[in-house]
C-alpha cells in the first residue's frame, strides 16, 4: 500500500471528523457520537446536508465518468473519505479497466478501510496514500510510485476546499491548489466542488459556525470565490453551478424537486 507504512493509526473519537461527518450523512457506519451528534445539529440548521452530501458524490461519479471517457487513464483524489461505493476507482475501472488510481486522505478511519479501495479491476491499479492536503511534497512523491506524471491525470478534490482557508486563516488554498496543478501536463483534468453561502446563506452560515465551534476549520465560497480555482484552465460544459446540474442524469433532475443544494462543482482541463 502506497505511502501508509508509517501512518498513525489512532482514530480520536473525542472530536468529529469531516469525513466521519459526511459518512453519518451519506448513511454510513463508520462514525462515532460525536460525529452523529455534530451531523445532527448542522441538519437541524441546514436541512439541505444530506441531499448535498448525496448530490455531490453523484456529482464525483459523473465527473470521474466524463474524464475516463475522455481518455484520462490516471486519477489522484484528494480527500478520499470513508469509502462509499460505488467509489472513484470503480467508476473509473467500469470504463477503462486498466485506469491507475490512487487515493489520499489523512483520517486514520480511512486508512483502516483502505484495503476496500483497494480493490479494483485487476487490470488496473488503485493504491492509497495516507497524507494531508496540506503536504504537496508527499502526496505527489508517493502518488508518483504509481502515477505517470509526464502523462494527463485527473486530479479530484471534492468537498475539500470549504476546509481550507486563505491567506487571512493561514492557509492558501489558492496557492495550495496551484502547486497541485502546476505538476499536471496539458491534457489534464481538475474536479472539484465546495460549499457556497449563496444559495442558502444562513443555513451555511449556522452549518459553518457549528463546524468551527466543533473545531473544524470552515470555509464556505461564493461563485466568484470558488471559479477562481479552475483560473487558467479550460472549463468544460456547463461550467460552475450547483453540482445536480452538472451534466445531470435522471436521478440528479428528479434529486432538483427536493430542493436546493448549496455546493458549487467543476472540471476543468489544462491546456
Known sequence: MTGSEAA????????????????????????????????RRILASDGTAVRGARANRRFMHRATRTAAEAGIRQ??????????????????????????????????????????????????????????????????????????????????LVALTHYLGDDTDGDDVYGLLKRYVDVLVPGSYLTLSQVTPDLSPEAIAKAAEHFRRSGTPFFPRSLTEFSRFFDGLELLGPGVIAVYGWRPEPEDVAAQAEGIVPVYGGVARKV
Open 8 to 39: 498513525p493509526t489512532r482514530i480520536d473519537t473525542s472530536r468529529p471528523h469531516p469525513a466521519r461527518v459526511y459518512d453519518w450523512w451519506l448513511g454510513g457506519k463508520d462514525n462515532y457520537p460525536v460525529d452523529e451528534e455534530l451531523a
Open 75 to 156: 486519477f489522484l483524489d484528494i480527500g478520499t473519505g470513508i469509502p462509499t461505493e460505488p467509489n472513484l476507482h470503480q467508476v473509473a475501472q467500469s470504463v477503462a479497466a486498466d485506469a491507475k488510481v490512487v487515493y489520499a486522505d489523512n483520517d486514520p478511519i480511512v486508512l483502516r478501510h483502505a484495503e476496500a479501495l483497494l480493490h479494483g479491476a485487476p487490470e488496473g491499479s488503485t493504491e492509497y496514500v495516507h497524507a494531508d492536503v496540506r503536504d504537496p511534497d508527499t502526496i505527489l512523491r508517493l502518488a508518483g510510485e504509481t502515477l505517470d506524471f509526464t502523462q494527463p491525470v485527473a486530479l479530484s
